[in-house]
């Protein structure tokens, strides 16, 4: 009654009796039909009851769930889903890197292993009201089962491949550049999925405001090459923004500016794009890192667009460059959790936060633990090229492994006298390898090893003496002494 009648004063004198203020749902003009699809849907199929169909429902103001499932079913769109909160309704695509919302039910991404769809629990109004069951109705091949929890499954493996990939940098923290503050500043994978035929514009390059840019910015070295972020070259970003300057011609009329410290093409056939860029498609580079990208206009030229203020070392020289849209070719960095990964396996890591191999030339897929082995970006930024090169190596090298049906391990390892053992722990603790572990039955420490590289740092910090080497032990040592001094 509210909805249909919201200035009627025996209506609101009623609706505020109730603790009614404001409906949820409003109703444009007389479309409304009165027909109660919206209310059976929301009753019936969701379990809300939040459509006003009697007093009783006003009780409480927190039930709409804001699915827009009333908007869905009604036959004369008088509900419009835009009155409802779009925070509420919109649940970001994480492979769009949230450009474009998606259902509860949906696949991951396109390449997805399995294909197959997966429930949002925390979105999905099955697990908020126990009702709407509407896709396991509608399956034809009853695959949806919501008593399905995770399990974790436990597999014996010969070897393991560490394939854990990188996180993008996030420009928020350099607020000279404006992301987040300014909508038309993106990232360049925002740009990627922005430019991508299956993304969530069809592959047209648009402004927020949906028109197409007029001129384009593009900033490299985001948080690389960096002292306050990271020191080292992320390696893909010269040539990721070389590839998004051609299609921005290609696709647009708009002028490109590139604003680099030094473009590092070194591939196979890089040099030769980066001269065709230049030469063939007309765009501008300029040598100087951008200190700010701001909208604060100094003439009618910048008004309504971003100014990127940048050096031009070669010509020695400060520029205001006024663009429509600036991509950010961010950084590539170690995962979040590389720390935890890295201790589950034993590995190490270097200074910068990937995974370390072995030895950066002669195995640099190989760690120091037989067996674990580590492909892609978790161990350094690299292209395409070659992660798929370092993945196949990775491959050849387990399928060696598990062709042998044997491991080699080193001569030298570490054993425990049990009797002198007092289980502390200490050795378990200055192991990087993860090779003594303590034994709760008997309260000692026993030694993978498998694992064990023989490196001697739990025989030097076991405090009670019971850790030893093989072929070094205290006996041997002390004999190998006395032979010296008596054959003096």
Known sequence: ????????????????????????????????????????????????????????????????LRCGACAFICPTKA????????????????????????????????????????????????????????????????AIDFEQTDEVVEVKVGSIILATGYDQFDPSVIPEYGYGRYENVITG?????????????????????????????????VGSRDKNFHPYCSRVC??????????????????????????????????EFYERVGTEDGVNFIRGKASQ??????????????????????????????????????????RANAEEVA???????????????????????ATMTEGLFIAGCCECPKDIPDTVAQAKAAACDVLSLLARGKVEIEPIVASVDEEVCSGCGLCGMVCQYGAPSLAELKRVTVVNQALCKGCGACAVTCPSGAMNLSHFTRRQMLEEVEALTWSR
């Open 238 to 271: 010269c040539m990721y923004a070389l590839k998004f300057a051609h299609l921005i011609r290609e696709k647009t009329d708009a002028e490109v500016y590139q604003m680099y410290i030094d473009m590092r093409c070194f591939g196979e056939g890089y040099e």
């Open 79 to 142: 509900i419009k889903p835009e009155e409802f909160d779009p925070k509420a309704i919109s649940i970001p695509f994480e492979f769009e890197v949230g450009m474009k919302s998606r259902p509860p039910i949906y696949i991951p991404f396109p390449q997805a292993v399995p294909n197959l769809p997966v429930l949002d629990r925390e979105r999905c109004v099955h697990f908020l009201t126990g009702k709407c069951e509407i896709c396991k109705d509608l399956c034809e091949a009853k």
């Open 293 to 334: 990208v701001t909208d604060q206009a100094l003439n009618e030229e910048e008004e309504g667009k971003l100014i990127v203020c940048v050096e031009d070392t070669l010509l020695g020289s400060f520029m205001r460059v006024p663009v429509e849209m600036v991509i950010l070719c961010t950084a590539l960095e170690p």
């Open 1 to 64: 009654m509210l909805i249909s009648a919201p200035n009627a004063k025996a209506i609101l004198d009623l609706a505020k009796e109730y603790g009614v203020e404001d409906p949820k749902i409003k109703i444009e003009g007389m479309n409304c039909i009165f027909c109660g699809l919206c209310a059976r849907m929301c009753q019936e199929r969701i379990g809300a009851r939040a459509i006003p169909v009697s007093a009783e429902v006003f009780r409480s103001e927190e039930k709409c």
């Open 343 to 365: 201790r589950l396996f034993s590995i190490g890591r270097r200074a910068d936060g990937f995974f370390l191999e072995r030895h950066v030339k002669l195995a640099p897929i």
């Open 189 to 221: 994978l925002e740009f990627e999925r922005l430019s991508n035929a299956a993304g969530p514009t069809a592959g047209q390059i648009l402004l927020k405001n949906g028109r197409p840019p007029r001129s384009v910015a593009i900033i490299h070295c």
